[in-house]
C-alpha cells in the first residue's frame, strides 16, 4: 500500500495576526453569521480569493479554451446564486466575503424563519433535524445552490417538523430604542416636569 494522503489545510490565516481594523472586523462577521470560530471565516474568505483569482486569470486570457473555461466558471457560480444570469467575469471581483456567507446553510435556515438566531439554526443543522429535500445536512457552511434553496425542510421525524412547536414560534420584540435617543427624551421628560411645577407653583 502507498503512503497515505499528507492532509492540508483549505484555507490560509491573515498574514499579520495582530491587525486591530482586522480583529474587529472579524469579530463583527462572526457574531453576525454565527461562526463556530476564525477557521469558519478564513475557510470562507480564502474559498473567495480563490474564486477572484481564477477570474483574474480567465480575464487575462484568450482563446477558444478560455471562453470555455469561463462559461463553466460563470455556471458554476450561478448556481451558487453568488451572480446574476448575465453576470460576466469581472463581476467575480466585486463579491465580498457576506455574499458566500448569506449562501450558508446555516444563514439561510434562519433568513427562511425556521429558527430565532443563527447559533440555533447552527444548533438545529448540527443535530440533524435539518433536510434538503430527501437529504440530511448537518453541515452549516454547506453552500446553497440556487435551486435547492426552496428544499429546505425540517426532517419529517423531528418535533421540529411541527410550525406550532414552541421552538419555531418567533417571539416579537419589541425594537431597541437608541441610548441617545432614550436619554435625550428622559431629559425633556425631566425638563417639562419642572416646568410644569415652576408654573404650578
Known amino acids: 500500500m502507498g503512503d497515505t494522503k499528507k492532509q492540508r489545510k483549505k484555507y490560509s490565516g491573515p498574514q499579520h495576526p495582530w491587525r486591530r481594523t482586522r480583529i474587529e472586523e472579524e469579530k463583527i462577521l462572526v457574531e453576525e453569521y454565527g ?3 476564525k477557521k469558519d471565516l478564513w475557510k470562507t474568505t480564502s474559498k473567495l480569493g480563490s474564486f477572484k483569482k481564477q477570474a483574474k486569470s480567465l480575464i487575462a486570457r484568450q482563446g477558444t479554451q478560455a471562453e470555455l473555461e469561463k462559461k463553466l466558471f460563470l455556471s458554476k457560480l450561478q448556481r451558487l446564486g453568488l451572480i446574476g444570469m448575465d453576470a460576466g467575469v469581472d463581476e467575480v471581483l466585486s ?8 449562501r450558508r446553510l446555516q444563514t439561510l435556515l434562519y433568513r427562511k424563519g425556521f429558527a430565532h438566531s443563527v447559533l440555533q439554526a ?3 443543522i448540527v443535530h440533524g433535524h435539518v433536510f434538503i429535500g430527501a ?9 446553497v445552490p440556487a435551486g435547492q434553496e426552496q428544499l ?6 423531528s418535533a421540529l417538523a411541527d410550525p406550532e412547536h414552541p421552538e419555531r414560534k418567533v417571539v416579537e ?14 431629559d425633556e421628560e425631566t425638563v417639562a416636569e419642572v416646568v410644569h411645577d415652576e408654573v404650578t407653583k
Open 35 to 37: 461562526l463556530r470560530n
Open 95 to 102: 463579491l465580498s466575503a457576506k455574499d458566500l456567507f448569506e
Open 122 to 124: 447552527r444548533q438545529f
Open 135 to 143: 437529504q440530511k445536512m448537518n453541515v452549516p457552511s454547506y453552500l
Open 152 to 157: 429546505i425542510i425540517f426532517d419529517p421525524k
Open 173 to 186: 420584540k419589541a425594537p431597541k430604542m437608541d441610548e441617545k435617543v432614550l436619554r435625550k427624551k428622559v
